[in-house]
Each structure stands twice: as structure tokens, then as C-alpha cells.
């Protein structure tokens, strides 16, 4: 299954939940977007040709990452440009979440292990603006 979250029509966030299953290959960013993820499934005995990556200088101006939650349940929050809560969603074992715009923040419900992707080189305190927001209380075990 797959999880849109938008606001005023754009992509804050997109989950793909471990029970995904599609035959073949999918792209479900658009060509745009500096953070590209795909899915694949291919049977036993297909091949994917050796190749290098030609040198192509890219623009980067908004970080987008990647989280594949390893173990685990995580409330992500998700912010509007102007840190306005907007809401939150739950992602566990075996989720992947891309974080494309907007803000977030993220409170570990259970042990959790993740591992995240993004662009790089890191640049330190300008990379990011931090801010204060405790989201309403909501029991998650019931939405999950």
C-alpha cells in the first residue's frame, strides 16, 4: 500500500508500507525531484546489465530523505512551511518514508531502528531550522 500526505496539493510525505507488493519496477517520485525512489521485484534469475553512472552535475536546493524503519514504530508529524502542524502518521517495521517538503518531526513509540538516506554533503546548522511543537495526543494503537 502506498500513502500520499499533502498539503495545498504538495507532497510532504509518501509511505510505502512493507506489505507493498507490485510485479516489476516502479518509480513513485516524479523525474523532478532531487530524491528519486523506486521499488522493484524481479524473479530468480533476472539480470540487470553492469553499468557506471555518467558525471552529471545537479542542483540541489531542498533536502529530501529517505527513512526505512528497520525496527520498530515511529510517529512521523508533519509541518507546513510555516511549522503549522498538520498531522501525523505512523510507520513501522518495514515501512519505507520519503520526507519530500515541509517539516517534520518524529517520536519513537516503540525501540526503533531506521536507517535514513538523503542528499549530501551535510552542511551542519544550515541545513536545518529546528522548532518546538507538541503535536495533540491521539492514541496511535487504535489508528494502527
Given at each position: 500500500m502506498i500513502?500520499?500526505?499533502k498539503?495545498?496539493?504538495e507532497l510532504l510525505g509518501l509511505i510505502i508500507r512493507?506489505?507493498?507488493q507490485k510485479e516489476g519496477i516502479s518509480f513513485f517520485t516524479p523525474g523532478d525531484f532531487s530524491q528519486q525512489l523506486g521499488y522493484m521485484n524481479r524473479a530468480k534469475g533476472y539480470v540487470i546489465d553492469p553499468h557506471v553512472h555518467n558525471l552529471v552535475e545537479r542542483?540541489?536546493?531542498l533536502t529530501q530523505e529517505v527513512l526505512y524503519i528497520k525496527n520498530g514504530k515511529v510517529r512521523v508529524d508533519f509541518y507546513d512551511d510555516d511549522k503549522n502542524y498538520l498531522e501525523s502518521k505512523i510507520v513501522a517495521t518495514g515501512d519505507v518514508i520519503l520526507l519530500a517538503a515541509g517539516g517534520?518531526?518524529?517520536e519513537m513509540l516503540d525501540d526503533s531502528e531506521?536507517?535514513?538516506i538523503k542528499q549530501g554533503?551535510?552542511?551542519?546548522?544550515e541545513d536545518k531550522v529546528r522548532f518546538k511543537h507538541t503535536?495533540?495526543?491521539i492514541n496511535y494503537k487504535e489508528k494502527q
Open positions: 500513502e500520499e500526505v498539503f495545498n496539493g512493507s506489505n507493498y542542483k540541489v536546493t517534520h518531526g518524529f531506521i536507517i535514513e554533503p551535510y552542511c551542519g546548522d503535536p495533540p495526543q
